[in-house]
């Protein structure tokens, strides 16, 4: 019988789509308010594998994705999903748009040393359900050193061109995991 342990904390991330740097901008910002410092912002990229948000959202869309500092337990993941679906609803509200159109597209999730989490609340043969109507996916995982995707991957996510910042908050999530359990070495080692 395998022995039950915590989770380890993961970094979380969350991807922006929106046709305006400057709604992203403050997407970003109110997300932070409730997760914590963001660690690095990426490179905006378009948003040009699919053209599937441009009815709802209009075109010229760019993608960017944030970090946060902050390492998190992965079951905070459904009540984040709860939030940036709120976020979305508030922004859409500031723009004087409908509720149901949103101006800026939220999609959290976390990096773990061995693979990318995206939440969702649309179910699919591959998505797990954790509660209150959010599922997760395991997007891409990490093996032999690269980001590799799998069958469901979405097409931009499998392209590579977000691997680099993947890369970098995987190292961090590292550094930090390394940071802490050292720490709780120590503290140990006092203690005895």
């Known amino acids: 019988m395998g022995a039950i342990r915590p989770a380890r904390p993961v970094n979380l991330i969350c991807g922006f789509i929106a046709n305006d740097p400057d709604l992203i901008g403050r997407a970003v910002g109110l997300l932070a308010r409730h997760v914590g410092e963001v660690e690095e912002l990426s490179e905006r990229w378009p948003f040009d594998f699919t053209d599937y948000y441009e009815p709802e959202m209009g075109p010229g869309l760019i993608r960017q994705f944030a970090s946060f500092a902050d390492l998190i337990d992965p079951v905070a993941l459904v009540g984040i999903k709860t939030l940036t679906n709120d976020l979305?609803?508030?922004?859409?509200?500031?723009?004087?748009?409908?509720?149901?159109?949103?101006?800026?597209?939220?999609?959290?999730?976390?990096?773990?040393?061995?693979?990318?989490?995206?939440?969702?609340?649309?179910?699919?043969?591959?998505?797990?359900y954790l509660?209150?109507?959010?599922?997760?996916?395991?997007?891409?995982?990490?093996?032999?050193?690269?980001?590799?995707?799998?069958?469901?991957?979405?097409?931009?996510?499998?392209?590579?061109?977000?691997?680099?910042?993947?890369?970098?908050?995987?190292?961090?999530l590292r550094t930090k995991l390394s940071d802490r359990f050292e720490q709780a070495d120590r503290r140990q080692e006092h203690q005895a």
């Open 88 to 128: 979305e609803r508030r922004l859409a509200d500031e723009c004087g748009v409908p509720r149901s159109q949103r101006v800026v597209n939220l999609d959290p999730g976390y990096v773990t040393l061995s693979k990318l989490v995206l939440a969702t609340t649309k179910d699919y043969g591959h998505r797990v």
């Open 131 to 172: 509660r209150d109507g959010i599922y997760a996916e395991s997007t891409l995982h990490y093996r032999g050193k690269v980001w590799e995707s799998w069958p469901w991957t979405y097409p931009d996510y499998a392209d590579g061109r977000y691997f680099p910042f993947l890369d970098r908050v995987r190292e961090r």
